[in-house]
């Protein structure tokens, strides 16, 4: 059924297309194609998956660098006790305690499972998935093909995916779930992107993985794809989103010519020994280096030299600091007059690897420079600078079953918060999809085998919804989606950027107000056939959602920590370690945002985190032999 | 800055027509710029399709000035200064809406390969396989599922082509898996039946337009032909097949 203008007031749904799930996937990339696989192998489940675009093309195509796993093939001295530490000083120790581990347990695993299913990664020279260095990682920790690992990630995960017996549902856009009258998960409502017709999905389980929502600034790597549809969604319906205020700025996306300003240029550049220099031609990591990581990392570029060679007595250079120290760092030396021409800093490999490793390990950096900026990278330093890239937080789950505050929801990778805590390491989500998206899935078929049957959605929010995604097209005029969009971004950029501060908040919210009340106006022209003005629409209330989230939990956190950077308290504090911040729809359909008390972490876990290097690995040494 | 005159398809794949916009092009843009320019002044209902904008999803395929490429990796400098530049959906699949194809069709034929199949001993323990013996093969998997050579074959374009011939990404995703150290199935017979591959007469257009640079024809191709005609069209072979009947020689 196609609903076409006039046809809402009177909306009649007894024609509309349903299907009937046990458990739902919202999302294809890594994560929502793991956790399809993972019910899938449950007797009895029918699976369902549901993608905006098609199968193959979700974000995660596009990581480079690699999957984080303490498999221990290049240096034999890594365990999954070490990659948890990593992880949680990465994190700034604001981590989900329980999801660290889980995920430093259980990567290695599966991506094990992963080559079983067809990955070919890069081989070590006895024949094992080999490793690369990346920042933050003790130990080259990255298992990776070349700097395509995504792609390799994702088709693996499709051509084994589509024999599982899945639903696929592809360029089909999820718009809002359905609950019964106690509260749980009873289905969703959602669009084919190409006819404009709407559909509901009867479902007992919706697992989202529906990826971030980096859309939301100007200068960013991510797709059309990364509205926060999923934060939107599960907020809508009573779930809590967590740690929204820790954005990832990547250190380096490209920055000239503007039209590809902000695409990725992966770390593997860094962790293939690319050094960073500023106008001075001075390599200025040197000089921002944190006290925490300083007995971790060379002093001198000798000893970094020493390091890249591979001496394993020598500390790490510290272009492979964590992400944030490196963005704020860039910001810095540009701020102070010492950028690059249009702006960045100079990450050059040229000078540190010969143009056949370059070619070879980095081919599509090489290409993409290539093409993009006409630069050829075995010759020349690239110019870069920072780029909105991941988002910690998101929607809040159990560590344990990826289950939310929603009977029956479930959110896993990047839609999920918590694991990452307040900076994410290079490589950790990769190998986070895989383990949570496993994880959830397993979960989730457990969940709807002990529902008899479907909870019944009731029709009038079935209604309600179709009906608020009509009104977009059938006003006759109002504001245009794509000029909210990027006041929207530019808000954001200007606001509630890398650095921070109250007033520049507080009037970052302002603005989004402002723009919610636009957005109550918005208006697509053209029919609902693959109109992109109307689904860009369709996802701006999940931007502004994502957004104010951003910007209210960064007004409330007076600290900096990891990626939350604010100028007017520049210190972690103590007292802030002990608080996650929350946002939930309020009683009165306001957003409340509040603190919330952290739980105790298992001794164990906090001991391992703590431990000094040498301890945790004389420990490790032992484990080892046993 | 420079305006530059542009004639982009609206329709579907009963009617549509080409129509002009204009649109001013500063350093560095390609072609999808210039497409979201004009989807968000001009024509905010413009389908299109992308994603990553680097070469690296394989969504943006379209035809420009009727050759067929990724719109994000196509910069504006390389056209002809003056020339109104032509943007049309891929030719061989039919059109949804503007320049979006409806490429379902590559979808199903990947559906009917036999997927990665390994042995359940080797799948105990890690794979063990040396950089050598898989280079090809990741040569082969850096395939971004872009279509163009699906599009260019013309094998495909013919259209009767289609219910015959897997076209050359799935020539070459079936090399891959033919040449995976860990696999164990065997595709020979389909890669001749199901997948079609003596309808390729080896004219190189796919190799030409592929973004990756992948040695379709020459790599692919050729040897999974003449695995075929080791099985089935070797005298020796055939001799064989009539004294002893036909099942033996597959299971061998
Ligand atoms: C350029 C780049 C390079 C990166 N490199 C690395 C790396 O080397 N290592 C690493 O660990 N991480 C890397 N990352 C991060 C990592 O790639 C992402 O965090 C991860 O891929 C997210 O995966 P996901 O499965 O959670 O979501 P995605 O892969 O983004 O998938 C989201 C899915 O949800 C669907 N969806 C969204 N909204 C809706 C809706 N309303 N209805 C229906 N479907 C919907 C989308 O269509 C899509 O299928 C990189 C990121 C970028 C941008
Ligand atoms: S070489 Fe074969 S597959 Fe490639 S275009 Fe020619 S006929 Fe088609
Ligand atoms: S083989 Fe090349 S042209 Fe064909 S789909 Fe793959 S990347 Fe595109
Ligand atoms: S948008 Fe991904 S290849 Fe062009």
């Known amino acids: 059924m196609i609903l076409t203008l006039g046809e809402f007031s009177m909306l009649d749904i007894s024609g509309i297309k349903r299907l009937q799930f046990d458990v739902l996937v919202i999302g294809a990339g890594g994560a929502g194609l793991s956790a399809a696989i993972s019910a899938s192998q449950e007797e009895g489940i029918r699976v369902g998956l549901v993608c905006k675009s098609l199968l193959g093309k979700a974000h995660t195509v596009m990581a480079e660098g690699g999957m984080a796993a303490a498999l221990g093939n290049v240096d034999d001295r890594d365990d999954w006790k070490i990659h948890f530490r990593d992880t949680m000083r990465g994190g700034k120790m604001l981590n989900n305690w329980k999801m660290a581990e889980i995920h430093a347990r259980n990567a290695p695993e599966r991506v094990r499972e992963l080559e079983h299913w067809g990955a070919v990664f890069d081989r070590t020279r006895d024949g094992l998935i080999n490793q690369r260095n990346f920042g933050g990682h003790r130990y080259p920790r990255l298992a990776h093909v070349g700097d395509r690992t995504g792609l390799e990630m994702i088709r693996t995960l499709q051509d084994h995916g589509i024999h599982q017996g899945i639903d696929i549902q592809m360029e089909c856009t999820a718009l809002d779930i359905l609950k019964d009258k106690s509260g749980k998960v009873s289905g969703i409502v959602s669009m084919y992107r190409e006819t404009g017709e709407f559909i509901v999905f009867e479902t007992k389980t919706l697992i989202f993985a529906t990826g971030g929502a980096g859309k939301s600034w100007e200068v960013t790597s991510n797709s059309w794809e990364y509205t926060g549809d999923g934060y939107g969604m599960a907020y809508e319906a009573g779930a809590e989103l967590i740690d929204m205020e820790f954005n990832q700025f990547h250190p380096t996306g490209m920055v000239w010519p503007p039209s590809v300003k902000g695409i990725l240029v992966t770390e593997g550049v860094r962790g293939e020994g690319g050094i960073l220099k500023n106008s001075e031609g001075k390599r200025f990591m040197f000089d921002y280096i944190p006290e925490k990581f300083a007995n971790e990392t060379a002093d001198t570029e000798e000893e970094a030299a020493r390091w890249l060679k591979g001496d394993k007595s020598a500390r790490r250079p510290p272009e492979l600091l964590t992400r944030d120290v490196v963005a704020r760092a860039i910001n810095t030396e540009v701020k102070a007059g010492r950028g690059s021409v249009h702006g960045g800093a100079y990450l050059d490999i040229a000078t540190q690897r010969s143009a056949e490793d370059i070619k070879r390990k980095l081919p599509s950096m090489y290409h993409q420079f290539k093409i993009l900026a006409e630069l050829d990278i075995t010759k020349e330093a690239m110019e870069v600078g920072p780029t909105c890239h991941y988002f910690m937080g998101g929607i809040k789950v159990d560590a344990e079953t990826s289950m939310t505050n929603i009977d029956g929801l479930f959110a896993c990778g990047e839609a999920a918060g918590g694991m990452h805590g307040a900076n994410r390491l290079g490589g950790n989500s990769l190998s986070d999809l895989l383990v949570f998206g496993n994880l959830s899935g397993v979960e989730a078929a457990k969940y709807a085998k002990k529902l008899k049957s479907i909870p019944k959605s009731d029709d009038e929010d079935i209604k309600r919804i179709i009906k608020s995604a009509t009104s977009i097209l059938n006003r006759e005029k109002g504001n245009n989606p794509y000029l909210i969009h990027e006041d929207l971004q530019k808000n954001m950029q200007y606001n509630v950027g890398i650095i921070r501060t109250k007033d520049e908040i507080a009037d970052g919210i302002e603005r989004i107000e402002k723009m919610k009340e636009e957005f109550k106006e918005v208006k697509a022209p053209g029919t609902s056939q693959f109109n992109p003005g109307w689904h860009e629409a369709l996802a701006l209330r999940n931007l502004l959602i994502s957004s104010e989230a951003v910007a209210k939990s960064a007004l409330l956190r007076e600290e900096s920590r990891g990626a939350h950077t604010r100028e007017d308290f520049p210190t972690e504090r103590k007292e802030w370690l002990e608080y996650n911040i929350i946002n939930k729809k309020g009683t009165g359909g306001e957003m409340e945002t509040v603190k919330v008390k952290r739980s105790e972490p298992d001794n164990e876990l906090k001991r391992i985190a703590s431990s000094s290097i040498e301890d945790l690995e004389k420990e490790v040494k032992l484990d080892h032999q046993k | ?252």
């Not at chain 2, 059109?95 to 409806?102: P, Y």
């Not at chain 2, 079936?174 to 020979?188: T, V």
């Open chain 2, 1 to 252: 800055m420079k305006e530059r005159d542009f004639k982009i398809y609206r329709g579907d794949d009963e009617r549509g027509e080409l129509v002009n916009y204009k649109c001013n092009v500063s350093e560095g843009m390609v072609v999808l710029d210039v497409i979201h320019r004009i989807q968000a002044d001009q024509a905010n209902d413009l389908a299109c399709r992308w994603n990553c904008k680097a070469g690296k999803c394989g969504s943006c395929s379209v035809e420009i000035n009727g050759k067929p490429r990724l719109a994000c990796m196509t910069r504006m400098n390389e056209l002809d200064d003056n020339e109104t530049v032509v943007i049309t959906p891929l030719k061989s699949f039919p059109v949804m809406k503007d320049i979006v194809s409806d490429v379902s069709w590559n979808y199903e034929q990947n559906q009917k390969i036999k997927p990665f199949s390994p042995s359940k001993k080797d799948t105990e323990k890690d794979f063990v396989m040396m950089q050598k013996d898989v280079d090809r093969v990741q040569h082969f998997r850096k395939c971004i599922e872009c279509y163009l050579c699906q599009n260019m074959c013309h094998v495909i374009r013919d259209n009767e082509g289609k219910d015959k011939f897997a076209g050359p990404r799935y020539m070459t995703r079936l090399a891959s898996l033919e040449m995976h150290p860990m696999d164990n199935a065997d595709r020979i017979e389909d890669v001749k039946d199901l997948h079609g591959s003596g309808m390729c007469n080896i004219t190189r257009c796919c190799t030409e337009v592929c973004p990756e640079e992948i040695q379709i024809t020459d790599d692919a191709i050729i040897p999974l032909k003449e695995r075929v005609v080791d099985r089935f069209y070797d005298p020796i072979m055939m001799l064989f097949r009539k004294l002893f009947g036909k099942k033996k020689e597959t299971t061998n």
